[in-house]
């Protein structure tokens, strides 16, 4: 994925297995990376999630 002049850093998380094992998932449907799938949620409005992360009801 192309983000312009923005470059990327090295980050560091911490994840249950559970989350680390359903994200990979998720990107490999998309064929995306984890990486690439946290840069997508993280760029998207609360309108656009479709997963129901975010949500606070």
Do not use: C, H
Not at 3 to 31: H, V
């Amino acid at each position: 994925m192309d983000y312009g002049s923005e470059p990327k850093q090295l980050r560091s998380i911490r994840l249950t297995d559970t989350a680390w094992e359903n994200l990979a998932e998720l990107a490999a449907k998309n064929n995306l990376t984890r990486s690439e799938m946290i840069e997508i949620f993280a760029r998207q409005s609360d309108g656009e999630r479709e997963w129901g992360v975010g949500s606070r009801e």
